[in-house]
Structures are given as structure tokens and as C-alpha cells.
């Protein structure tokens, strides 16, 4: 392989994408277009839940345990309901997502020393904002009751025999967004990596100069490599552009080293341009190729991945097809780096990882190519 023959393939595809609009805004800006899109509308936090309240009591007790749901910062209270039917129409509706329902002789029977039920509708059409306001509603109850019940044994003032202090590391906040934006990276790149190399070789036959390349000298690693090279450039810009983006635009903590992540990310962005040029070479066509770089990187990255469900919440034999796929070591990477500031140290068997499916597929792509017209 000469050095010479490797960089005029690689200056004929820089040529080729500087022709190509196309293909400069898929490399640039569907990237930042995705991160920000998914970036802000893509959350898992529940708050400001819309909340409709049905106090058949109306006494200063009732009001005061509904002003505690309020004051918590979890629950909107939308309107209030004279009876069953505007509780149901509500949550029917959309017009709110859980319904609160206080007995007659609420503050009577507390008094009275009685279990008195307080009734919680939710939606359960959203599961997971309804688990999580389930949590809320019940916390919130129990120190309302751990209140009365201190109150009637005169310690009220006094001080909890326990005292829980409650740390969370990494990411204190509980922000969502702290931990979608890295797992977001990762997947935008596996996507765009996979989609922009899928074009390469496809497109030399679609266009008819694949007989020019084929009766040059040129070998077969020296076409493959020349043309990932400019990408690989490309692909490098857009991680380091998508990690300025976390940190100075969603204020996503860094702690990690930074030449690290992006040495890892070099190892990434070479497995994923080599899959994409590796489909490209057995599909001979633009539109196949980039249908199936589809199909193979997005599903997977972002169902596989650990980007959004916790691969250990899988069943068994889909947490193994999740191996085969390299975007699950660099959602770990990324949010180890970012989050915990993790070194080579402890992410060692991901990078492991991704080194064999780097150099796996491209070896693979070289053996696939063929220099002839069949």
C-alpha cells in the first residue's frame, strides 16, 4: 500500500463531497439539527403534572393537604371538579393527567383518629408518568401522615429518631438532559457515520467510475481507506462540535478527560464509517445502501444501546444480540466521561470493545471489495 495512491483517492473524495452539497449538510448540519431537536424535546423529567381536585369536604383540613400536592412543585392544579363525571372528562381528555378526590368528612374522620382513603386517578396511557407521580403522591401522603401522627404523640417539634441524608453522585440535579445529551452523541454519530460512508462505493458504480478506479493501479485497501479518510475527518469534527454543543449549550457537566474522549471517539467513528462502507460495497446502489445503514444504526442505537432502557432490564438473549453493536460501548463511554470523569482504567473492556468491531469490520471491507466488474 503507498502512501501517494492512498491520499489522491482520498483528494478525489474530498472533491467528490465539496461537489455535493448533499452531503456537506448531512455531514454538518442534520447533526446539530438532531442533537438540538432531541436534546430539547426528548426528556424524561415529570413535573408541573396537571392535576384536577374533587374536595367533596371543603374544610380548611382538606384544603390544606391539597395546598401540600401544589406546593410540591410536581402537581399544576388545572380546575376543580363538581362531581365524578368532570373528573373523568378531564383525564379523558388530556386536559389533565391526575385526579385527586378528598371524602366527605375528611378532616372529621382525622380527627376522629380513622383511616380516612384519599383517592389518586392517574393516566395510565403514559406508563411512566404515571410510576413516577404514583412515587410523589405516595411521598408526599406519608409525611402528611408522619405529621398528624407525630402531632397526636406531642412530638411535633422534636427531632426524627433517623435522619436520612440522601446524596446523589454524578449527577446531583437528577436532570435528565445530563445523561440523554452524551447517549444522544453517540447515537446521532453512529447514524450519520454509517450514512455518509454508505454512499461512497455505491455511488462510484451508480455514476460509472468504478471502471476508471478498477483499471488503475490503485489497490483495494488504499480505495477503502483513501475514502474513509475524509469522513473519518469529518466524523471527528462533528463529535468534538456535538461535545461543545453539551457542555456550553445544555450544560452538561464534564469531568472527564477530553483527550480521551475523543481518542475513543476516533476508535468509534472508524468501526462506524467501516460498516457503512462495508454496506455500501455489497449494495451497489445509493438508495439500498443508505436504506439499510438505516435500519442496521438507528433501531439499534437508539433501542440497543442503553440510550434510553437499561439493557439489564432486557431479556436475556436480547441483552446478547445487544454486543454485536458498538454504539452500546460508546453510550457508556461518553456518559462515563461526561458524568463521572471515568478513565481508561475502568472503561477499559468498552474500549476493548470497540477496537474489535473497528478493526473487524474494516478488515471485512477490504476483504469485500473486489477490483472487477462483477
Given amino acids: 500500500m503507498r502512501l501517494a495512491r492512498l491520499l489522491a483517492v482520498a483528494r478525489k473524495e474530498v472533491i467528490q463531497i465539496r461537489r455535493d452539497p448533499r452531503s456537506l449538510g448531512m455531514a454538518f448540519v442534520i447533526p446539530m439539527i438532531l442533537l438540538f431537536l432531541f436534546g430539547y424535546a426528548l426528556t424524561l423529567d415529570v413535573d408541573n403534572l396537571k392535576t384536577i381536585v374533587y374536595d367533596q369536604d371543603r374544610t380548611a383540613v382538606s384544603r390544606d393537604f391539597l395546598a401540600r400536592f401544589e406546593a410540591s412543585g410536581y402537581f399544576t392544579v388545572v380546575g376543580a371538579a363538581r362531581d365524578y363525571r368532570n373528573v373523568e372528562w378531564a383525564l379523558d381528555s388530556g386536559k389533565a393527567q391526575v385526579g385527586l378526590v378528598i371524602p366527605r368528612n375528611f378532616a372529621r374522620d382525622l380527627d376522629l383518629g380513622r383511616q380516612v382513603p384519599v383517592q389518586a386517578l392517574l393516566d395510565g396511557s403514559d406508563s411512566n408518568t404515571a410510576t413516577i407521580a404514583i412515587s410523589y403522591l405516595e411521598a408526599i401522603s406519608g409525611r402528611y401522615s408522619n405529621q398528624i401522627l407525630l402531632e397526636r404523640a406531642g412530638l411535633a417539634y422534636r427531632t426524627p429518631p433517623v435522619e436520612s441524608r440522601l446524596r446523589v453522585w454524578y449527577n446531583p440535579e437528577l436532570e435528565s438532559k445530563n445523561y440523554i445529551v452524551p447517549g444522544l452523541i453517540a447515537v446521532i454519530m453512529m447514524v450519520i457515520a454509517a450514512l455518509l460512508t454508505s454512499l461512497t462505493i ?173
Avoid at 483499471?215 to 468534538?240: N, S, W
Fill in 202 to 374: 455505491a455511488r462510484e458504480w451508480e455514476r460509472g467510475t468504478m471502471e476508471q478506479l478498477i483499471a488503475t493501479p490503485i489497490r483495494v485497501p488504499e480505495v477503502v481507506l483513501g475514502k474513509l479518510l475524509p469522513y473519518f475527518a469529518i466524523g471527528f469534527i462533528d463529535v468534538a462540535l456535538s461535545a461543545a454543543v453539551g457542555i456550553l449549550v445544555f450544560r452538561v457537566p464534564f469531568r472527564g478527560n477530553m483527550a480521551l474522549l475523543l481518542g475513543l471517539s476516533l476508535v468509534f467513528l472508524l468501526g462506524a464509517l467501516s460498516l457503512g462502507m462495508l454496506i455500501s460495497i455489497k449494495a451497489k446502489s445509493q438508495l439500498v445502501a443508505s436504506q439499510v445503514a438505516m435500519v442496521l444504526t438507528f433501531l439499534p442505537s437508539f433501542l440497543l444501546s442503553g440510550f434510553m432502557y437499561d439493557i439489564g432490564n432486557m431479556p436475556g438473549w436480547l441483552q446478547a444480540i445487544t454486543y454485536a453493536f458498538p454504539a452500546r460501548y460508546f453510550v457508556t463511554i461518553l456518559k462515563a466521561v461526561f458524568l463521572k470523569g471515568t478513565g481508561l482504567g475502568v472503561l477499559g473492556e468498552e474500549a476493548a470493545f470497540l477496537t474489535i468491531f473497528a478493526v473487524g469490520v474494516t478488515l471485512a471491507a477490504n476483504r469485500t471489495f473486489r477490483k472487477n466488474l462483477e
